[in-house]
């Protein structure tokens, strides 16, 4: 049926939002900083994985590789930018974050990295089965997405309830001074913080890389809008408010495009829904009024 079958593109375009956002706004919700080169995260962490799938022809491998390099590149900008911005204005990192954005984009452009052509990413659906209901189908990069998105927001969920790196995250996003008063060490909390969210954006990479079959240098210029425009909706530095909004910008993508077809572009009907949410709820679905 059309319905459950739109629901279902609708579930696997969420997915991908929803780990391309989080990550984000998990270093929105401890710094307060809009971290635009967290794009740039993404595509280093789909570089990596296409790399290393080459070498080892495992996905598996090959995703968790590209998650640590990401995780470990989150953590260098961290230390070598942002560390020395947390007490300035929320501005100087915003323009230090979109320079940075420019500088590794245009870094992996170079030949001796991506370079300027497209890269294949024939993983396939990584050995995972094709799923077919009365209602709708999933093919094997489908199942993939979902599947993996599913594993790693239950494991954000369990790290933020279930650790004390965790606890050190929510104590820092509501009052950074009072939780160093406390005895935590803002430093490492706020550096596992940048690990953890640039792997998400790693796995992003990865997977969308191969839903595509793509990978290329500049495949982070749209995410670094579409992941804003979706914290934004979910409400700034809310997690849940995320993952629904990464779900119900899909469904308005998805259902949209069927019911009206390419009237407009699909991404322009994300800025039309931001415009609308800023304008009646400007603090989001789940964010704070």
Known sequence: MPLFENLANAVVLGSIYILMAIGLTMIYGVLKILHIAHAAVYTIGAFIGVLAFGWLGNFWLALALAMLVAGVVGVLIYRGVYFYMLDAPRTVPLIASVGLFILLTDLLQKPWLMGPYQRAFPAGGA?????????????PKQTLVVAVT????????????????????????????????????????????????????????????????????????????????????????????????GLLLAVAETFLVASIGFVLPRDAIAFLVLILMLMFRPHGLLGRA
């Open 127 to 139: 050995g995972l089965p094709r799923i077919d209901t009365p209602l709708f189908d999933l093919t």
């Open 150 to 245: 599913v594993a790693l927001l239950a494991l954000v969920w369990l790290l933020l309830t279930r650790t004390r790196i965790g606890l050190g995250w929510q104590a820092a996003s509501m009052d950074r001074e009072m939780a160093a008063a406390v005895g935590i060490n803002l430093n490492r909390v706020i550096a596992y913080n940048f690990f953890v969210g640039s792997a998400l954006a790693g796995a992003a990479g990865v997977l969308v890389g191969v839903y595509d079959n793509t990978v290329y240098a500049t495949m982070g210029d749209l995410p670094s809008y579409k992941a804003f425009v979706v914290i934004v909706l979910g409400g700034m530095g809310s997690l849940p408010g995320t993952i629904l909004a």
